[in-house]
């Protein structure tokens, strides 16, 4: 078994390479792309570590194999698929929920046809599954500083983001109508209801900014609205004057704007909207919240706390 990015690669491109060969309305054409689909971000990520491929065990069996030191005669174990798209979400900043969600939406149609006598692509037309799969894969290429042209062939890259365009066209399209709409029902809200409406999202958005939610300028009515989002990355520490400074970058998911009502969802829609720029969430603790540290001074009232957990409780020795 190979935990390896090129080799997983290759495997992707192949099983692709099979999956264009089928009638795009033949259900072998959707089950060859879940296989693709896996293998591809099985790859990337390998491109990272491909010790991120290894289930974990007490013994570090597999940790090893996936550093070529296991031995033969002990059998590899990779960890689940919905793990490995779970990881994608939080290695690579732009493979968002949405996207866990389509890739995991044709994964269970794959496990549907393979352990059970249903139909499962059969029921499941491209309309409803093939773009956010190009999505997919075209988010997973760039994360290993591939493209779809090195993944599918020219021809096929060509269609995949032909498509891919179209598809943003709508969702901007849709952004744009739900934006003017809800411009156009504010501007007819007499003056005095739209600054207090301005006033009062001002103050919530205070409010909100110290429960790590993103102040930004509404694309509709231009008042303080909020985004939240996703962490990603490595946390980023300082300290100033004995307290310790996080910093994490964020990728926006939702937006709400309290005074004109305009919600979105997904990162899809908020770029679209022009809120799709990652921003940096600030957050502040003392030594002892930030490492898990007792305060000597409140030594009976964590022993206090820990002795009111433990009673009725039966324990053994091992």
């Not at 590899?76 to 732009?94: D, E, H, T, Y």
């Not at 207090?196 to 930004?216: F, N, R, S």
């Not at 946390?235 to 005074?259: D, W, Y």
Request: a negative charge; aromatic letters at 10%; proline letters at 4%.
């Amino acid at each position: 078994m190979s935990w390896e990015r090129d080799p997983l690669w290759a495997k992707a491109r192949l099983f692709f390479e099979i999956a264009f060969d089928e009638s795009r309305d033949s259900p072998t054409f959707g089950l060859w792309c879940s296989f693709g689909l896996e293998l591809l971000a099985r790859s990337a990520l390998a491109s990272i570590s491909p010790t991120l491929l290894a289930e974990p065990d007490r013994e570090q069996k597999n940790l090893l194999h996936a550093l070529n030191r296991g031995f033969d005669r002990t059998p590899r174990k990779s960890i689940a698929v919905v793990q490995v798209f779970s990881l994608c979400c939080k290695l690579f900043p732009n493979f968002t929920n949405d996207d866990f969600t389509a890739a995991m939406a044709l994964i269970n149609r794959r496990n549907e046809e393979l352990h059970s006598g249903a139909a499962a692509f059969k029921e499941y037309p491209t309309s409803q599954w093939l773009g956010g799969f190009y999505r997919a894969c075209k988010l997973l290429s760039e994360a290993m500083s591939e493209n779809l042209t090195n993944l599918f062939g020219k021809e096929e890259a060509k269609g995949a983001n032909e498509t891919l365009t179209e598809n943003q066209k709508e969702v901007k399209k849709h952004v744009d109508i739900s934006i003017a709409s809800h411009r156009e029902v504010f501007k007819e809200r007499s003056d005095d209801d739209r600054k207090k409406a301005a006033t009062e999202a001002m103050k919530l958005g205070e409010k909100l900014a110290m429960l790590d939610h993103h102040l930004v300028a509404c694309p509709a009515c231009k008042c303080v609205a909020t985004v939240q989002g996703r962490p990603f990355g490595k946390e980023h520490l300082s300290n100033n004057k004995g307290m310790i400074i996080v910093r994490q970058a964020v990728v926006p998911t939702s937006f709400a704007c309290p005074a004109c009502d305009l919600k979105l969802d997904g990162y899809a829609q908020l770029d679209a909207a022009g809120l799709g720029g990652h921003y940096q969430r600030k957050t502040t603790y003392s030594p002892e919240e930030y490492y898990g540290l007792i305060n000597p001074d409140d030594m009976d009232s964590y022993v206090e706390e820990y002795l009111e957990k433990l009673e009725g409780k039966e324990y053994d020795n091992e």
